[in-house]
């Protein structure tokens, strides 16, 4: 992949969507890592420096990252197929949720917290961070509505965690 070329220092939010935006539009550099396989997201790592973090992903429909923030990490999301359905939890009542389709983006800042499922049978998204991801926070919530957060390495798989969790 020809990279942009990337300033020497963590990106800002507005940042990150720009980039996810220009690499959007260029599917030689991540068309070749799309695939699909049963039961599973498929992740691939496109481009890692002390900077900046970029990543694909390919969601079949019910794939679900579980609540989770990004620790001290913006982020930028960009849907090259299909759609992806972003919830953020709200405190006394529904979970707020939009559905990015194809050609939208969106970024966040550290203090995010969100989960992000696949909308149709193939989406494909691209993701950036800044600083890199090393860490993240995981969360439940019990059925009496507390928030449980566990810290996870990057290169662990979200999901749902298991105990106590309320869509």
């Not at 020497?8 to 690499?23: G, I, K, Q, S, W």
């Not at 759609?83 to 709200?90: D, N, V």
């Not at 494909?124 to 995981?138: E, F």
Request: hydrophobic share 35%; proline share 5%; charged share 25%.
């Amino acid at each position: 992949m020809n990279w942009p070329l990337l300033p020497p220092r963590n990106l800002e939010r507005t940042e990150l969507e720009a980039l996810v935006d220009e690499l959007a539009g260029d599917p030689e550099g991540w068309a070749e890592h799309v695939a699909f396989s049963g039961g599973r997201r498929h992740y691939v790592s496109l481009h890692r420096d002390e900077y900046v973090d970029v990543w694909l992903l390919c969601w079949q429909r019910g794939d679900d990252t579980g609540w989770h923030d990004h620790d001290i990490s913006s982020g930028a999301v960009r849907v090259m197929r299909g759609a992806l359905r972003e919830s953020s939890p709200r405190l006394g009542g529904n979970h707020a949720t939009r559905v990015i389709t194809t050609g939208g983006s969106f970024s966040f800042g550290p203090e995010h917290i969100h989960r992000l499922s696949g909308e149709d049978e193939q989406a494909v998204s691209i993701h950036a961070y800044s600083p890199p991801l090393w860490r993240l926070g995981q969360y439940s919530i019990d059925s009496d509505g507390v928030m449980r957060r566990e810290s996870v390495s990057y290169a662990d798989e979200l999901r749902p965690l298991e105990v106590g969790v309320a869509a």
